[in-house]
């Protein structure tokens, strides 16, 4: 006859051990709040009224009192209609950051996750690289940044180039620029025989002749493949190649996959850095105006400018979450 007691000991045993999982879930989650209080108590605090204001400012005419105050006067989407009817240097502009992203993502995210996947290897000096790599990322921000930007001579002498360059190629019936890599008739003449469309070989030239640029914005992405990369366990890949698996088939069956969270951070992420950066040409437009235009009501046009900006960016992420979301996996715990 089964004892009862012998019986309730796994039950009793199983329920304790759901109960560890649950206060453990709910100590997690105390610290992930926490941990993120300084980021909220600043947003609430300080950042929210300061964008509260910003929209108020994109419907009302801001007009100075004698004594030091303003008061608002409401206007409408007279600002709005203004910037995408009247102003056709902001649409303008506008497409062109728009494309310029559509560029720079997807040739960021691939450099990315090509160099961390080849970082990830076993190899002598694997530190000394990825510090190499990480690099441009400490030496593009802040003061070393603003000094880049700042740079005269240099600018001086990009300018000298550009002009000497054309005056080479008019001179000799070049149309290509002296300060390009690559040209789109060279690259066509190489893959002459392989029926490449033309404009995946000008995207190629774009990319090679933009090659500084996107390795100065990899760091970050860089990283975050890393640390996904290091996330998977070395067992899959041990029984991997017990089962014959070769390194092509390992990397789209296993890594990609597992790896695919990170892909979609890193494109959220790659797409608000593109267009929150200083040499944006949004964002150069939208200082430009509100910094030297005569233009009456140029804080107010900006400010609308800014939020049609702001929205565009919202959209573009929205469409990137829903696009790549349906093909991210997630790898899940059995509780």
Same mark, same amino acid.
């Given at each position: #006859?089964?004892?009862?007691?012998?019986?309730?000991?796994?039950?009793?045993?199983? !329920?304790?051990?759901?109960?560890? *999982?649950?206060?453990?879930? !709910?100590?997690?989650?105390?610290?992930?709040?926490?941990?993120?209080?300084?980021?909220?108590?600043?947003?609430?605090?300080?950042?929210?009224?300061?964008?509260?204001?910003?929209?108020?400012?994109?419907?009302?005419?801001?007009?100075?009192?004698?004594?030091?105050?303003?008061?608002?006067?409401?206007?409408?989407? $007279?600002?709005?209609?203004?910037?995408?009817?009247? *102003?056709?240097?902001?649409?303008?502009?506008?497409?062109?950051?728009?494309?310029?992203?559509?560029?720079?993502?997807?040739?960021?995210?691939?450099?990315? +996750?090509?160099?961390?996947?080849?970082?990830?290897?076993?190899?002598?000096?694997?530190?000394?690289?990825?510090?190499?790599?990480?690099?441009?990322?400490?030496?593009?921000?802040?003061?070393?940044?603003?000094? *880049?930007?700042?740079?005269? +001579?240099?600018?001086?002498?990009?300018?000298?180039?550009?002009?000497?360059?054309?005056?080479?190629? $008019?001179?000799?019936?070049? $149309?290509?620029?002296?300060?390009?890599?690559?040209?789109?008739?060279?690259? $066509?003449?190489?893959?002459?025989?392989?029926?490449?469309?033309?404009?995946?070989?000008?995207?190629?030239?774009?990319?090679?002749?933009?090659?500084? *640029?996107?390795?100065? !914005?990899?760091?970050?992405? #860089?990283?975050?493949?890393?640390?996904?990369?290091?996330?998977?366990?070395?067992?899959?890949?041990?029984?991997?190649?017990?089962?014959?698996?070769?390194?092509?088939?390992?990397?789209?069956?296993?890594?990609?996959? #597992?790896?695919?969270? #990170?892909?979609?951070?890193?494109?959220?992420?790659?797409?608000?850095?593109?267009?929150?950066?200083?040499?944006?040409?949004?964002?150069?437009?939208?200082?430009?105006?509100?910094?030297?235009?005569?233009?009456?009501?140029?804080?107010?046009?900006?400010?609308?400018?800014?939020?049609?900006?702001?929205?565009?960016?919202?959209?573009? +992420?929205?469409?990137?979450?829903?696009?790549?979301?349906?093909?991210?996996?997630?790898?899940?715990?059995?509780?």
């Amino acid at each position: #006859m089964t004892n009862t007691k012998e019986l309730q000991a796994p039950a009793k045993a199983v !329920k304790v051990k759901k109960t560890k *999982d649950r206060s453990l879930a !709910k100590s997690k989650a105390r610290s992930g709040w926490v941990f993120i209080a300084p980021f909220l108590l600043g947003f609430f605090l300080i950042y929210l009224p300061m964008i509260l204001e910003s929209l108020q400012f994109s419907f009302n005419d801001i007009q100075f009192d004698r004594g030091g105050g303003y008061h608002l006067e409401y206007q409408g989407f $007279a600002f709005y209609e203004y910037a995408l009817l009247e *102003d056709t240097s902001f649409v303008k502009t506008l497409g062109s950051s728009v494309s310029q992203l559509l560029f720079n993502v997807p040739a960021i995210v691939i450099f990315s +996750l090509f160099v961390a996947v080849l970082l990830n290897q076993k190899m002598v000096g694997r530190a000394v690289f990825r510090a190499i790599f990480f690099i441009p990322v400490i030496v593009s921000t802040g003061i070393i940044e603003s000094i *880049d930007l700042q740079n005269s +001579l240099a600018e001086t002498m990009g300018q000298y180039t550009e002009s000497a360059g054309s005056s080479i190629n $008019a001179a000799g019936g070049g $149309a290509s620029n002296s300060n390009n890599l690559l040209n789109a008739m060279d690259v $066509a003449s190489f893959f002459q025989n392989m029926a490449i469309g033309t404009q995946l070989v000008t995207y190629i030239v774009d990319i090679v002749n933009g090659v500084y *640029d996107i390795v100065n !914005k990899s760091g970050v992405q #860089m990283l975050i493949f890393h640390a996904g990369l290091q996330s998977i366990s070395p067992a899959i890949y041990e029984s991997c190649q017990m089962d014959g698996a070769t390194s092509w088939e390992t990397f789209w069956k296993i890594t990609f996959p #597992m790896i695919s969270p #990170m892909i979609l951070v890193n494109a959220v992420y790659t797409v608000i850095d593109s267009f929150t950066a200083q040499n944006n040409v949004m964002m150069k437009f939208i200082n430009g105006l509100n910094s030297g235009s005569s233009i009456a009501n140029a804080q107010e046009k900006t400010t609308a400018m800014a939020w049609m900006y702001f929205l565009v960016v919202i959209l573009i +992420l929205a469409v990137v979450a829903a696009i790549m979301g349906g093909y991210v996996f997630y790898q899940r715990r059995e509780n």
